[in-house]
T-cell receptor, first 110, second 115 residues
Framework: GQQVMQIPQYQHVQEGEDFTTYCNSS?????IQWYKQRPGEHPVFLIQ?????EVKKQKRLTFQFGEAKKNSSLHITATQTTDVGTYFC??????????FGTGTRLQVTL | DTGVSQNPRHKITKRGQNVTFRCDPI?????LYWYRQTLGQGPEFLTY????????KSRLLSDRFSAERPKGSFSTLEIQRTEQGDSAMYLC?????????????FGSGTRLTVV
């Protein structure tokens, strides 16, 4: 079945540093979504990417969808303590439900 | 509409007992999903409904698990003869599917502990 992996599993940065998480799917995706889960809370939808090579920005967050539609990345510029949480990519393949990635836990310290 | 509602928030049960969880999705949403999440892992798909029809069920889901969405509104997830390995957070999500895929709105989940 479809598998979605993310690296790194965990990253600890100082506030103000940049952060990137990478997402790779075993199969071609029709679209990819990103979610953020704060500790002890449920995942919250951030964004959806549909087109090959698509780039979207949300303030300090930049999302990219690979040309082959099998990978994606999330980059955060100048991290803040409010960015703490686990970031999941989730891919939609041939089935009609999302397959979530393994997640990258981000810790930000002052 | 206050989003996706799940209850109970926590459930502690003895091994072998049956448990049932409820999910009330966003009323305009036609799709409802059940996922399971264990510590340090991503949500794992269990099953989903479009209106009242159950369209897909994970191969990982044993016969002890059953889900219903009788009138296309709220859904229930029942686990029979619970085992310690069933301990997890059970997440419900809903979405509006029509002309394209949309993001899921998750509920706060039901945390199940089997002792």
């Amino acid at each position: 079945g479809q598998q979605v992996m993310q690296i790194p599993q965990y990253q600890h940065v100082q506030e103000g540093e940049d952060f990137t998480t990478y997402c790779n799917s075993s199969t071609t995706l029709s679209n990819i979504q990103w979610y953020k889960q704060r500790p002890g809370e449920h995942p919250v939808f951030l964004i959806q990417l549909v087109k090959s090579g698509e780039v979207k920005k949300q303030k300090r967050l930049t999302f990219q969808f690979g040309e082959a539609k099998k990978n994606s990345s999330l980059h955060i510029t100048a991290t803040q303590t409010t960015d703490v949480g686990t970031y999941f990519c989730a891919g939609l393949g041939t089935a009609s439900k999302l397959t979530f990635g393994t997640g990258t836990r981000l810790q930000v310290t002052l | 509409d206050t989003g996706v509602s799940q209850n109970p928030r926590h459930k502690i049960t003895k091994r072998g007992q049956n448990v049932t969880f409820r999910c009330d999705p966003i009323s305009e949403h036609n799709r409802l999903y059940w996922y399971r999440q264990t510590l340090g892992q991503g949500p794992e798909f269990l099953t989903y409904f479009q209106n009242e029809a159950q369209l897909e069920k994970s191969r990982l889901l044993s016969d002890r698990f059953s889900a219903e969405r009788p009138k296309g509104s709220f859904s229930t997830l029942e686990i029979q003869r619970t085992e310690q390995g069933d301990s997890a957070m059970y997440l419900c999500a809903s979405s509006l599917e029509g002309q394209g895929m949309s993001g899921y709105t998750f509920g706060s989940g039901t945390r199940l502990t089997v002792v």
